[in-house]
């Protein structure tokens, strides 16, 4: 989902300005912190919302709240500037039921799936919501095409995880000797 996320950043520079690509940017690294404090935490302490059954917020639940329904909004947009509400709801519950149907039966526990899906959703809420203040022009043909390849071509390609990465800044920031990970 982060090369979507930025093709979305390069729509916005190409359709509205630098200003709300950089707009866009800071509420995705906003909602990327977030998850990735709930992350080291837990990995470096152990520290969760146990009685709650969630030990991090999922990042997957997250991307795929926010990425995707931004950029559904965006494209439904192109078509008429009234269907942004709409795509953006239609996006929400797409996106849920992937976070409840998929990920919170095979990726984490559905409270973490519940609870990365509603920091997803209320990020992308608040992008658009500021986005309706600006005049968003139409994307560039050549632009649009070229960002829905990118973003075709990169779902077909191996995925990166930062778990690894996450894992090492909270053994090294809590000196523990390894990270933690959930009972199974």
Not at 152 to 179: F, H, M, N, T, W
């Amino acid at each position: 989902m982060f090369p979507a996320a930025l093709v979305i950043a390069a729509w916005l520079w190409a359709a509205a300005s630098k200003k709300i690509a950089l707009l866009w940017l800071g509420i995705l690294l906003s909602a990327y912190f977030i998850v990735g404090v709930t992350k080291i935490l837990f990995k470096g302490w152990g520290i969760g919302l146990h009685g709650l059954d969630i030990a991090v917020f999922s990042g997957h639940a997250t991307n795929a709240s926010l990425v995707f329904t931004v950029m559904l909004s965006l494209l439904c947009q192109q078509i008429h500037p009234r269907l942004r509400w709409p795509a953006f709801g239609v996006g929400v519950l797409l996106t849920w039921w992937l976070s409840i149907d998929y990920i919170g039966l095979t990726i984490h526990p559905l409270p973490e799936a519940i609870a990365g899906a509603l920091v997803g959703t209320v990020a992308a809420w608040v992008f658009l919501m500021m986005l309706s203040h600006y005049n968003v022009g139409k994307i560039p043909r050549p632009a649009l095409v070229m960002g829905l390849a990118a973003v075709l071509v990169c779902s077909l390609s191996p995925k990166y995880s930062a778990e690894r990465l996450l894992d090492r800044i909270a053994i090294s920031l809590s000196g523990a000797e390894q990270a933690f990970k959930r009972s199974s």
